[in-house]
Structure formats: structure tokens, C-alpha cells
């Protein structure tokens, strides 16, 4: 069979203002396309050190285990469950988008009794009915919340729950995919034990690498578990030792995603974290004027706002799914639609590290203006 000749590929250059990925710089392309080393060669170990410094330093953490999991953000959902549950365990888990649907299917997968605290999508989880929970079942082993939650533009105040988790044995977990790199996240200060996110969104490196960081008192229920870890590949009782001092062989890292990463987190800290996640808020403010002004209502709890993922309902007139093709045909602009329950209803709206520019606010809100006025 005479095989079809495929082109060179050439994607067209979208603004990518969806729920991710986001915009990534020239740098992080330019060091992907870097020279491959070993996994185990001295000149990429370097690397590998470099990256845990500046990921320490991003997660604001002193913990030796701060690693980027080889995989997308959903492994470092799937890592931080796997690790530390076993069968039987009972973990409470907040749930108040998809993403908090999600971690109550992957513990569950891991055999847990999961205890769950829903609130209304969109909003927050009020911290004392988390506490009270936790109240409740003293033997939980995980209270568990998604920091920011990308299906509704939500974000979750973490701190007084943190401060309880940490007089107690309990683990805090909790998932920092679309806040990491955009919003303030205090590991230690908010007494977070476990904490993983994704490289795709605010980072702006492509999509394939799950940042984590293990607190000594997580390390420590890990080591004392009474069964393997149910997952090989995501076994950090094995991969700690290749990011530490051991070097001991786990599995063929990816090389040009870690080039991408150190330089993605380079760029971040040349900026400052404190610059950056005020160009996140004072951004944010002024998309959601702008879209206000063009008749859509602010989807999310008032207060409770993501900056760097805006979610908004659609104003009449406006059909979800031909005005977002619309964007994308038309303007090479992607903005994300709803999901779940709120499918069809609502728009979210990224500004998310590279993306996070005032030329892009002003390019959608005229791209809408010409859109509405046919």
C-alpha cells in the first residue's frame, strides 16, 4: 500500500487564553531543542540539582524532596495518592469542581474510604467545615484540596486548615496545577505536606512534568507503609533516589522536558516571584472590567477569584461553542469552555504566565467587540 506523503508540520501561532496549556517563551523552545545528555551523565545531573533549588524555591520549601514527576499534571494527582494510601485508609477530600471530582477517583482507586466536603461549583470550601470533618474522623490519613480550581476559576484559602493539619497527624495535600508560578503558594508556611502541579500552566513550559514536593512528615508515613506502592512508575520511594544523592537508576528521564523546565523556572525568578504574581492580579482585574463591560457576569465566588483563570458566564446572544470556534478560526485566539455541570454556560479565560499580557486582553476584547456587532 502506497504510503500518503505528510507535510512538514507548521500549526498555526494560536494566543493560547484556555484553562492550558499557556504560551511558552522562545528560551524554554530554544533549550528543548539543547543537545540530549545521558540520564545518568554528570552534565545533566547539574541540571537536575538546578531544578530542585529553583523548585524549592518556587513551592517556598526547604523539603529534600522537591522533584519534578516525569508525566503531566494529573501524575502528580495520581503520585500524591499513590504513595500514601493504602487500603482502608479514610481521606477527606474537598470537592467543589471537577478537579476535586478527580482526586475522589483516584483515592478511591488507591482502596481509600473517602469522606467527602462538597460546596457549589464556583465556590470556595469553607475552612471549617473542612476542619470539622477532619474533627469527625480522626483517623483520616489525608485532608486533600485543589488549590485552584481550574473548572470553575475558584480559589480555596488554605491556611487555617494548614495550621489544624499540622497539630495533628493528618497529611495536607493539596494540588497547585493552575496556581504554581501565578498566585502565592507557601508550602511550609501553610503547613502543606504534600503539593504538586503541572509545568503547562503558569510555569509556561509545555505539558508533560508534575512538580511535587514532600514535607518529612509525609516522607515518613511513605516509609512506614505495610504494602508497595500500588504504581511502579510513580514509586517515590525509588525515585527520590535518583534525584538524590544515590543517582540510582529508575527510569530514562525526559531530557529535553527538564532543559525546558530549567529554563522556564529561570525566567520565572528573573522576573521575581512578587512582580509576577502582580502582573497575574492587576491583569486579571482588568479582563475581568473588560468582559464585564461586554455583558459577561463573574462566575466564581466574589473574593475568591483566580487572577490567572477567569471564569465567566455568557451573556445572551453569545452561543458557547461557534463564538470560541469563531476566536480560533478567525482570530487564533483559544479560550476554554465549561465543563461538567457547568458545560455550555460558561467561559474560562487563562492569563497564565507568557500569556498574562495586556496586548492579549486588548486582542480578545476587540475580537469579541467585532464578534458581537455582526
Not at 497539630?167 to 495535600?173: A, C, N, P, Q, V
Not at 512538580?211 to 510513580?234: E, N
Not at 527538564?258 to 523556572?265: D, Q, T
Not at 458566564?313 to 478560526?329: A, C, F, N
Amino acid at each position: 500500500m502506497e504510503r500518503m506523503s505528510m507535510g512538514e508540520l507548521n500549526p498555526s501561532a494560536r494566543i493560547l487564553m484556555g484553562p492550558g496549556p499557556s504560551n511558552v517563551h522562545y528560551r524554554v523552545l530554544r533549550a528543548m531543542s539543547t543537545p540530549l545528555l545521558g540520564h545518568l551523565d554528570p552534565q545533566f545531573l547539574s541540571v537536575m540539582d538546578d531544578i530542585c533549588t529553583m523548585l524549592r524555591d518556587l513551592f517556598q520549601t526547604k523539603n529534600r524532596l522537591t522533584i519534578p514527576i516525569s508525566g503531566t499534571g494529573s501524575s502528580g494527582m495520581e503520585a500524591s495518592f499513590v504513595n500514601f494510601v493504602e487500603e482502608g485508609d479514610t481521606v477527606i477530600i474537598g470537592v467543589n469542581g471537577l478537579f476535586g471530582e478527580r482526586m475522589v477517583d483516584v483515592a478511591e482507586r488507591c482502596g481509600a474510604k473517602v469522606v467527602r466536603v462538597d460546596a457549589p461549583w464556583g465556590n470556595m470550601i469553607e475552612p471549617e467545615k473542612m476542619i470539622k470533618a477532619i474533627k469527625e474522623h480522626p483517623q483520616a490519613k489525608i485532608c486533600a484540596l485543589v488549590h485552584a480550581e481550574t473548572s470553575t476559576g475558584a480559589q480555596q484559602p488554605l491556611e487555617e486548615i494548614g495550621r489544624f493539619c499540622k497539630g495533628h497527624s493528618i497529611l495536607f495535600l493539596v494540588d497547585t496545577v493552575t496556581s504554581l508560578g501565578g498566585v502565592e503558594v507557601k508550602v511550609d508556611e501553610w503547613g502543606i505536606d504534600i503539593c504538586y502541579s503541572g509545568t503547562q500552566k503558569c510555569l509556561s513550559v509545555p505539558p508533560g512534568l508534575a512538580p511535587i514536593t514532600v514535607s518529612p512528615k509525609a516522607i515518613d508515613v511513605m516509609h512506614s507503609r505495610k504494602t508497595k506502592v500500588q504504581s511502579w512508575y510513580l514509586d517515590l520511594t525509588m525515585i527520590e533516589r535518583y534525584w538524590g544523592e544515590e543517582r540510582f537508576y529508575h527510569h530514562t528521564a525526559p531530557i529535553s522536558m527538564l532543559y525546558g523546565l530549567r529554563e522556564g523556572l529561570r525566567i520565572i525568578f528573573e522576573e521575581g516571584l512578587q512582580p509576577r504574581f502582580e502582573r497575574h492580579r492587576i491583569l486579571g482585574d482588568r479582563l475581568k472590567m473588560e468582559l464585564e463591560g461586554l455583558g459577561f457576569r463573574l462566575f466564581a465566588q466574589e473574593g475568591y477569584r483566580l487572577p490567572n483563570l477567569n471564569s465567566v458566564v455568557l451573556p445572551s446572544g453569545i452561543e458557547d461553542g461557534p463564538v470560541r470556534k469563531k476566536l480560533l478560526t478567525d482570530y487564533n485566539i483559544e479560550v476554554g469552555g465549561g465543563l461538567g455541570q457547568v458545560k455550555g454556560k460558561i467561559w474560562r479565560v487563562g492569563l497564565m504566565g507568557e500569556t498574562c499580557k495586556i496586548q492579549n486582553i486588548e486582542y480578545l476584547v476587540a475580537a469579541l467587540k467585532e464578534i458581537m456587532a455582526r
